[in-house]
């Protein structure tokens, strides 16, 4: 039998809030545990919630960007569950009438585009966090993440495919991160995906029997959790057995799915709206404000730079990834003056390799857009060739100065005298005359080999197109 997988995604991410959802909090990750949760955060006797509208602006500037109904009036719920990294013994979050609803978001994969449908984005508070680690088999609580700003989104289980699965998550992640609403930082748990996968046999329309798959924390144990989850299901429906309705945890050691627990029902969160927060209201001013602020979104920016720099589809891409290297790259772009693809060829091949190499991001390059705009505009201008540009390059990354300093310090202007070039082309032939006569009777692949010959002899300095048209000439006879 041919199966068909079903996914949707479940993403929550921490919203770029100073403070904490309902308490005035630091929301900053990283403070010594337990240092940053108030009295309310801790739910003493007799606090109240008080909720931050900061939280509710970059809900609905999401809302926006997705192209959803953005809800007027909402109402926070409470969710009742018990866990230890829980104060209150209930989480306040969104149910019945979250703030963002039907959205969607379109993805590409192998050439083909798809719409995933965003059922919801609600919001709600974190809660703490439990750590096993150093506690002699006893397990500690830092309560610092609870009550930090969470917004929930929920697609649709349109995906079919991991590829799918993972567009989805990756263009949620460039979104979030161009709407300046979260860092996107998986490893701190800023950006934290549950999968629910099931599988149907191909053509049916019912829904299978879904696991839910939690707190996965990047692309790659995404693609991995839910290819071993499909195949899982596979084996149990083809060897006559029922998929349970379940959460799993993914071992990325083990590189497998574990039962966690038994799935729970909405029904058995006890849902109830919270007396203690008035509904979420606002009006078609504040939307109206919230949309000002909205930047020029990733699709929009991929085709513009298609269109006004004719970059292909691929650099594009590569170039619109984070906001950071867009705006990087047309600093470089007016600041020089260049070609707009030879600065794309050094944005992201170049110095995107240095970035990738020391894990830094574009806005820690060690070498700043009007620095790379300046080394340009002497590739443009034939005073060094571009194998000499490399070793600029090099040498400003590692401190050294600006191009033009670099240069004039090492002697690397370029050699474009035709006489001059022609003077060392002579030597060269005359030096080699072996392989003259084996080049015109017709080893004609010796021509590199001239090529490379003229360029050590000049330490690199002559220009390659002129070394090529006087050589061209020279060994016509």
């Keep these: 039998m041919e199966w068909e ?26 403070a010594v545990p337990n240092t940053q949760a108030c009295a309310v955060d801790v739910a003493l006797p007799g606090v109240l919630p008080v909720m931050n509208v900061e939280a509710a602006r970059m809900a609905v500037k999401f809302g926006l960007a997705i192209g959803a109904k953005i809800n007027h009036h909402s109402v926070f719920a409470r969710k009742n569950y018990f866990y230890p990294d829980l104060p209150k013994g209930y989480q306040i979050s969104q149910y019945e009438l979250p703030i963002v609803q039907a959205g969607h978001v379109d993805i590409e994969v192998d050439g083909v585009s798809k719409r995933i449908g965003v059922t919801r984005a609600h919001l709600e508070e974190d809660a703490g966090k439990s750590l096993h680690e150093d506690f002699h088999g006893l397990s500690g609580i830092d309560l610092n993440r609870a009550g930090t700003p969470l917004l929930e989104i929920v697609s649709e289980p349109d995906m079919r495919s991991t590829g799918e699965a993972v567009a989805y998550l990756k263009k949620l992640h460039e979104l979030v991160r161009y709407l300046e609403i979260c860092d996107g930082n998986m490893q701190e748990g800023s950006f934290r995906c549950d999968a629910n996968v099931s599988v149907r046999p191909k053509g049916e329309t019912k829904l299978g029997t879904r696991a839910e798959l939690k707190n996965i924390n990047s692309f790659r144990f995404v693609e991995r959790a839910i290819a071993y989850e499909i195949e899982r299901q596979i084996d149990v429906c083809e060897g006559g057995g029922t998929v349970v309705q379940e959460t799993r945890l993914y071992d990325p050691n083990k590189d497998e799915t574990r039962s966690m627990r038994s799935k729970e029902e909405a029904h058995d969160y006890r849902y109830f709206p919270d007396p203690d927060l008035p509904p979420l209201e606002f009006d078609d001013e504040f939307i109206r404000e919230v949309a000002k602020t909205l930047p020029e979104l990733p699709d929009a920016k991929r085709e513009r730079f298609m269109r006004e720099y004719a970059l292909p589809a691929y650099d594009a891409g590569v170039l619109t990834a984070t906001h950071e290297m867009a705006n990087y790259y047309e600093e470089t772009v007016r600041a020089s003056g260049v070609d707009p693809k030879l600065a794309a060829n050094w944005v992201a091949g170049d110095l995107a390799g240095y970035l990738n190499k ?96 003229v360029m050590k002899a000049t330490a690199g300095k002559a220009n390659p197109k002129q070394v090529n048209d006087v050589l061209k000439r020279k060994l016509r006879g």
């Excluded at 100073?18 to 005035?24: A, D, P, Q, V």
């Excluded at 700043?368 to 080394?375: E, I, T, V």
């Design 358 to 453: 020391e894990n830094r991001t574009i806005a820690e390059s060690a070498v700043s857009a009007p620095m790379l705009s300046g080394l340009l505009r002497r590739i443009a201008d034939n005073t060094i060739s571009g194998k000499i540009a490399k070793d600029v390059l090099d040498a400003m990354w590692n401190g050294e100065g600006d191009a033009d300093s670099i240069i004039e310090k090492k002697g690397l202007t370029q050699i474009t005298d035709t006489g001059a070039i022609e003077k060392v082309v002579d030597e060269i032939l005359a030096a080699n005359s072996k392989q003259l006569e084996q080049y015109r009777s017709g080893q004609e692949k010796l021509f590199g080999y001239f090529v490379g010959q």
């Design 5 to 30: 997988a079903v996914i949707g995604l479940e993403v929550h991410i921490q919203l770029l809030t100073n403070s904490k959802m309902f308490s005035g909090a630091s929301a900053r990750y990283g």
